[in-house]
Nanobody, 115 residues
Framework: QVQRVESGGGLVQPGGSLRLSCTASGNIFSISTMAWYRQAPGKQRELVAGIIASGSTNYADSVKGRFTISRDSAKNTVYLQMNSLKPEDTAVYYC?????????WGRGTQVTVSA
């Protein structure tokens, strides 16, 4: 069964940090492209960061220098380290796995940045 389970969301003050995790199963993780998306209320889902099998990464301009995506193939897990969080980072964060041209989504984890 193909699954992705996100964790690590929560409430944090502006300037704080959170680390999201997404553990995948059911595919060959080592060849998967992994990505984090987010969707704020009333807005479209947007790409936050992506990482391919080789480890190359890309980021949305709004998070460059603050967020870091990484992967641990031994644990079938992709991480999103989020630093210097801002209220505008508040959203549901989703993990996406792409393998053999097929996309698989997680259910999301809520991140709220508020004083």
């Amino acid at each position: 069964q193909v699954q992705r389970v996100e964790s690590g969301g929560g409430l944090v003050q502006p300037g704080g940090s959170l680390r999201l995790s997404c553990t995948a199963s059911g595919n060959i993780f080592s060849i998967s492209t992994m990505a984090w998306y987010r969707q704020a209320p009333g807005k479209q889902r947007e790409l936050v960061a992506g990482i391919i099998a080789s480890g190359s990464t890309n980021y949305a301009d709004s998070v460059k220098g603050r967020f870091t995506i990484s992967r641990d193939s031994a644990k079938n897990t992709v991480y999103l380290q989020m630093n210097s969080l801002k209220p505008e980072d508040t959203a549901v964060y989703y993990c996406k796995e792409i393998v053999a041209g097929t996309q698989y989504w997680g259910r999301g984890t809520q991140v709220t940045v508020s004083a």
